[in-house]
T-cell receptor, first 114, second 116 residues
Framework: GAVVSQHPSRVICKSGTSVKIECRSL??????MFWYRQFPKQSLMLMAT?????????EQGVEKDKFLINHASLTLSTLTVTSAHPEDSSFYIC??????????FGQGTRLTVV | AQSVTQPDIHITVSEGASLELRCNYS??????LFWYVQSPGQGLQLLLK??????LVQGIKGFEAEFKRSQSSFNLRKPSVHWSDAAEYFC??????????????FGKGTLLTVNP
């Protein structure tokens, strides 16, 4: 299957700082990318959907000013957690899809805010 | 809105035994259905998917699932479990969101433990 690379796999940041997570589709062009958040022993909650070259669509309850999503090219989307706080600590996973095909997932990023 | 229910939070089976993980969905039209597996601290790997056609779907690693419209179910099965199958399993429904695009809604997952 296609490969989606997510970086970094782990990051620790201080409260009040911002952190950027990258999601790259390595061998296909992703027209749509998704960002999920997963709490311990919980399911994946969709945060936002982004299409290349347009603004992301955020799910209800997700602060768009806090979780900045950029999908500047067909192979790269970034999620920036701005002014991070301990409650933002979580496992963030991206997925990428070309058209109506299956979605491929990155390996996830463990964010810890101290 | 669509939803997915995985009734079993945790299942333990012996290696070599058969496995069935349950999944029920709620969606107003014919859904796209998926099963994913997640190892600790990792992303998700697709086991199999149903878009249309044959309701019995074969996937990777010897898994299969059957779409039963009358029961709104998409249960995952494997005839003989291996120790390496121990992981978290997620069922997901894809709700169409315009054209051929869809958004995934996940169940809460079933943790599979395999005893030697």
């Amino acid at each position: 299957g296609a490969v989606v690379s997510q970086h970094p796999s782990r990051v620790i940041c201080k409260s009040g700082t911002s952190v950027k997570i990258e999601c790259r589709s390595l061998d296909f062009q992703a027209t749509t990318m998704f960002w999920y958040r997963q709490f311990p022993k919980q399911s994946l909650m969709l945060m936002a959907t982004s299409n290349e070259g347009s603004k992301a669509t955020y799910e209800q309850g997700v602060e768009k000013d806090k979780f900045l999503i950029n999908h500047a090219s067909l192979t790269l989307s970034t999620l920036t957690v701005t002014s991070a706080h301990p409650e933002d600590s979580s496992f963030y996973i991206c997925s990428a899809r070309a058209g109506a095909t299956e979605a491929f997932f990155g390996q996830g990023t463990r964010l810890t805010v101290v | 809105a669509q939803s997915v229910t995985q009734p079993d939070i945790h299942i333990t089976v012996s290696e070599g035994a058969s496995l069935e993980l349950r999944c029920n969905y709620s969606y107003g039209a014919t859904p796209y259905l998926f099963w994913y597996v997640q190892s600790p601290g990792q992303g998700l790997q697709l086991l199999l998917k149903y878009f249309s056609g044959d309701t019995l779907v074969q996937g990777i690693k010897g898994f299969e699932a059957e779409f039963k419209r009358s029961q709104s179910s998409f249960n995952l099965r494997k005839p003989s479990v291996h120790w390496s199958d121990a992981a978290e399993y997620f069922c997901a429904v894809g709700a169409r969101s315009g054209g051929s695009n869809y958004k995934l809604t996940f169940g809460k997952g079933t943790l599979l433990t395999v005893n030697p």
